[in-house]
């Protein structure tokens, strides 16, 4: 019994391996990061947003139901199952993306890589989360959406400049090659189930199963409700900094190896300075968090739009970077605190069902509004989308460390919550 023990040292073995194979997740959509809409202009010759960036629709719709899909199968498949299934639609995209005759060949590439997404991605959460207990919930998460993102950025950099020296394709996706047979062969034959870990934990959980998991996730709870649409709104406007920063950049005489260096520092920042954020979910409560880290993203945003120089986008990347890794570990943690082990995957599923919804929203919406009026158009309405984000966090939601602290309590943990 002692091996199902809950606890990131009792398991830091696991841990660890399911942090590596996050990033080599993270590292696949950072392949497209600042190459995909400039190959969409030079070599698709698609010159209206709608169309360049259907390939951020197709790929949020993906990952948005193959999310729900792990989330609602996750008992019944097996969470390691499905983490290796991931892997296996990822092998054919970086081929794609290096070969594809037509852009429709780049949208088949993006369904698969949004499959992959969503199943991989999802499983680590997960399983981290199934790993940790309550204790550490919140640090977890900071170190699985750390590795990934910093992937994103790190190989967003890598391929700009790879792009740069060597042009577009096929060098770029080399990259991908080595990601996706590593994460396969890892995945398979050295990850174990967290299954049992999830029984374990039902036998001292105080919290009660919703019952309506999907209905009570989207918006019936307050918490978990006030949560999904703030993750929803988080990842609009991060479909948007994918497809349209790169495009104003562009407009502003940036060069391919400039635009690469500015679309990394967002996801760099993001990614690493969660290592730190993660922990402050344990230990601050979650709501002003979620708020202010929104609220941030949403005044970066509106900063975009009157930037100029390549120092003011930097400087306006590293915030925006800030103000999303200090809500996106609280988003999951607070998603656990609020659900009962035997839910907690469905429910997550569901929440990243609807936040990755929000990829496909925000390339589509403004996609629509830089069409008919301007990109600084697009970026002013999905940053005061953002900022209105915050404020229904700060009207609905109640205090978030309620279900931690007595789950703790009684368990054992008086110490620690006194």
Same mark, same amino acid.
């Given at each position: 019994?002692?091996n199902?023990e809950?606890?990131?040292r009792?398991?830091?073995?696991?841990?660890?391996?399911l942090?590596?194979i996050?990033?080599?997740?993270?590292?696949m959509?950072?392949?497209?990061?600042?190459?995909?809409?400039?190959?969409?202009k030079?070599?698709?010759?698609?010159?209206?947003?709608?169309?360049?960036l259907?390939?951020?629709v197709v790929?949020?719709?993906?990952?948005?139901?193959?999310?729900?899909?792990?989330?609602?199968?996750?008992?019944?498949?097996?969470r390691?199952?499905l983490?290796?299934?991931?892997?296996?639609?990822?092998?054919?995209?970086?081929?794609?993306?290096?070969h594809?005759p037509?852009?429709?060949?780049?949208?088949?590439?993006?369904?698969?890589?949004?499959?992959?997404?969503?199943?991989?991605?999802s499983s680590?959460?997960v399983?981290?989360i199934?790993?940790?207990?309550?204790?550490n919930?919140?640090?977890?998460?900071?170190?699985?959406?750390?590795?990934?993102y910093?992937?994103?950025?790190?190989?967003?950099l890598?391929? #700009?400049l790879?792009? $740069?020296r060597? !042009?577009?394709r096929?060098?770029?996706?080399? &990259?991908?090659? @080595?990601? *996706?047979? =590593?994460g396969?062969?890892?995945?398979?034959l050295?990850v174990k189930?967290t299954?049992?870990?999830?029984v374990?934990?039902?036998?001292?959980s105080?919290?009660?199963?919703?019952?309506?998991?999907?209905?009570?996730?989207?918006?019936k709870h307050?918490?978990?409700?006030?949560?999904t649409?703030?993750?929803l709104?988080?990842?609009?406007?991060?479909?948007?900094?994918w497809?349209?920063?790169p495009?104003l950049?562009?407009?502003? #005489?940036f060069?391919? $190896?400039?635009? !690469?260096?500015i679309?990394?520092?967002?996801? &760099?920042v993001? @990614?690493l *300075?969660? =290592?730190?954020t993660g922990?402050?979910g344990?230990?601050?409560p979650?709501k002003?968090?979620?708020?202010?880290?929104?609220?941030?993203?949403?005044l970066?945003i509106?900063?975009?739009?009157?930037?100029?120089?390549?120092?003011?986008?930097?400087?306006l990347?590293?915030?925006?970077?800030?103000g999303t890794?200090v809500v996106y570990?609280?988003?999951l943690?607070?998603?656990?605190?609020?659900?009962?082990?035997?839910?907690?995957?469905?429910?997550?599923?569901?929440?990243?069902?609807?936040r990755?919804?929000?990829?496909?929203?925000?390339?589509?919406?403004?996609?629509?509004?830089?069409?008919?009026?301007?990109?600084?158009?697009?970026?002013g309405?999905?940053?005061l989308l953002?900022?209105l984000?915050?404020?229904?966090?700060?009207?609905?939601?109640?205090?978030?460390?309620e279900?931690?602290?007595k789950?703790?309590k009684?368990?054992g943990?008086?110490?620690?919550?006194?």
């Amino acid at each position: 019994m002692s091996n199902l023990e809950q606890g990131l040292r009792k398991n830091w073995k696991q841990f660890t391996l399911l942090v590596i194979i996050n990033g080599f997740v993270g590292g696949m959509v950072g392949l497209e990061r600042s190459i995909l809409p400039e190959l969409a202009k030079t070599e698709f010759d698609l010159a209206v947003k709608t169309a360049l960036l259907s390939f951020i629709v197709v790929f949020g719709i993906t990952k948005a139901l193959s999310n729900y899909f792990a989330g609602a199968f996750a008992n019944k498949i097996g969470r390691k199952n499905l983490l290796v299934i991931g892997w296996v639609f990822a092998l054919p995209v970086p081929i794609i993306l290096m070969h594809a005759p037509s852009w429709n060949w780049i949208i088949g590439a993006n369904v698969l890589l949004g499959i992959n997404q969503g199943l991989s991605w999802s499983s680590t959460v997960v399983m981290k989360i199934d790993l940790v207990g309550n204790k550490n919930r919140g640090l977890a998460m900071g170190i699985n959406e750390s590795a990934g993102y910093v992937a994103v950025g790190l190989t967003a950099l890598f391929t #700009g400049l790879i792009a $740069a020296r060597y !042009g577009l394709r096929p060098y770029p996706f080399y &990259l991908g090659i @080595g990601f *996706s047979i =590593l994460g396969l062969v890892s995945s398979w034959l050295l990850v174990k189930d967290t299954a049992a870990h999830v029984v374990s934990e039902q036998i001292t959980s105080s919290l009660k199963p919703m019952g309506n998991v999907f209905a009570s996730t989207t918006w019936k709870h307050p918490n978990l409700g006030s949560i999904t649409q703030a993750g929803l709104t988080n990842n609009l406007n991060d479909g948007m900094i994918w497809g349209i920063l790169p495009l104003l950049l562009a407009s502003k #005489g940036f060069s391919i $190896a400039e635009i !690469g260096s500015i679309a990394a520092i967002y996801p &760099l920042v993001w @990614g690493l *300075s969660q =290592l730190l954020t993660g922990k402050l979910g344990d230990l601050f409560p979650k709501k002003p968090l979620l708020f202010y880290g929104m609220l941030i993203q949403g005044l970066s945003i509106l900063g975009l739009v009157y930037a100029d120089s390549h120092l003011s986008f930097v400087l306006l990347s590293v915030l925006l970077g800030l103000g999303t890794a200090v809500v996106y570990p609280t988003f999951l943690a607070a998603i656990a605190d609020n659900t009962h082990p035997s839910e907690r995957a469905n429910s997550i599923g569901v929440f990243r069902l609807w936040r990755d919804l929000g990829y496909a929203f925000g390339a589509a919406i403004t996609g629509i509004i830089a069409d008919q009026f301007s990109l600084q158009a697009a970026l002013g309405s999905v940053g005061l989308l953002t900022v209105l984000s915050a404020l229904i966090l700060a009207k609905r939601m109640t205090p978030m460390n309620e279900p931690l602290a007595k789950e703790a309590k009684t368990s054992g943990s008086n110490k620690r919550n006194e």
